[in-house]
């Protein structure tokens, strides 16, 4: 009996553990000469160590700046995790296992490390979030999330990925920008980032514009109809025509939109620090790479081998790790090196 009271005296604070022990173990001890079992000493003991009320650990009050830091690291991690799954329209891959061993398990390693995060970083900021306005902005963040679940639903009636999931990322995108509206906040005033920022996107959108249209479609393996069917040959030539006059679309909207991104680019960083500012020219960048991959992918389905395999499903998940990366470090304040770097003092080494 005395191990059963001796782990029933355990369980109980230190400052009352040795005396209820002791005691516990000279009642067994005597318990035959006061007419009692030794047994019932120890279902008494564990008794008491089952109901003792035992005070629950005090959980240390956050400071100010602690609060602070927790709430803008929430709003990093939201803003993060929704532009994530926004960039992953269309939801449509190309990878497969290929002879590249470390790549494969790069690859496999990240998207399931993405995937965890895009899941769990909006739980997270919902939790450490404080104030209204960004409660709102995280809220809506949050909400913006779920766009690859609502588009694999497949509530949309097309057949077409892109047209399919379209209204369900614009809406998406909708929310992002209405939370970025609630959170926006001049910081300072700049010029030279944002002119190299705006630079920067119009250079990558015309490298792609240029690359896309005048050299990797226009060079496509022409597709030959191998079935002797007149009426089946039609409807094969206006689908073929269709497509061709969709992609001509697709390059002129994508050339729009990387215009109009600089212009913003140059627009919101004036008003911006020139670290924050680089922040952005960086994020919009990326932004920038991930719609050039949207729309090679395009070419891609259209007919395979259009271009390398690189530049598809590679460029946008190195995209991908490296928007949350900046955003997570501009917006919440995330340092991925140690705050506090020792420095080299000239001629330390030779004293020392």
Do not use: H
Not at 60 to 82: F, I, N
Not at 190 to 211: D, E, N, Q
């Amino acid at each position: 009996m005395s191990i059963v009271i001796r782990a029933a005296a355990r369980t109980l604070p230190p400052a009352m553990r040795d005396r209820y022990r002791e005691q516990w173990l000279a009642d067994a001890r005597d318990a035959r000469e006061n007419g009692l079992r030794p047994a019932s000493i120890a279902v008494a003991a564990l008794t008491f160590a089952a109901t003792y009320e035992r005070p629950l650990p005090s959980r240390p009050v956050p400071s100010a700046e602690q609060s602070e830091r927790r709430s803008r690291l929430a709003l990093g991690l939201a803003l993060s995790a929704a532009l994530l799954s926004l960039s992953q329209y269309p939801r449509v891959g190309f990878s497969g296992l290929t002879s590249i061993v470390v790549w494969d398990f790069v690859d496999f390693f990240l998207g399931m490390l993405l995937l965890a995060y895009a899941v769990l970083a909006p739980i997270v900021a919902l939790v450490w979030v404080r104030g209204l306005r960004a409660r709102w902005a995280v809220a809506l963040l949050a909400l913006a999330t779920t766009a690859p679940v609502v588009a694999a639903l497949g509530l949309s009636f097309s057949d077409d990925a892109y047209l399919r999931d379209a209204p369900v990322f614009a809406v998406a995108a909708l929310l992002i920008a209405v939370a970025c509206g609630l959170l926006w906040r001049p910081t300072g005033s700049s010029l030279r980032a944002p002119i190299v920022g705006a630079v920067l996107v119009w250079a990558v959108t015309a490298l792609g514009v240029i690359y896309g249209a005048v050299i990797a479609w226009p060079a496509r393996t022409p597709l030959n109809f191998g079935e002797e069917n007149a009426a089946l040959y039609e409807e094969w030539i206006r689908l073929k025509l269709q497509f061709e006059a969709l992609v001509t679309q697709v390059f002129w909207v994508w050339a729009i939109a990387g215009f109009v991104l600089g212009v913003l680019v140059f627009v919101v960083g004036r008003r911006l620090s020139e670290r924050d500012a680089a922040a952005l020219v960086i994020a919009a960048t990326a932004i920038s790479l991930l719609g050039a991959s949207g729309v090679f992918g395009l070419l891609e389905l259209g007919m395979s081998g259009t271009v390398p395999e690189v530049l598809l499903d590679p460029l946008r998940l190195i995209v991908q790790v490296l928007l949350v990366a900046v955003v997570l470090v501009a917006v919440g304040g995330v340092r991925f090196t140690p705050a506090n770097v020792a420095r080299r003092v000239p001629g330390q080494a030779r004293e020392s």
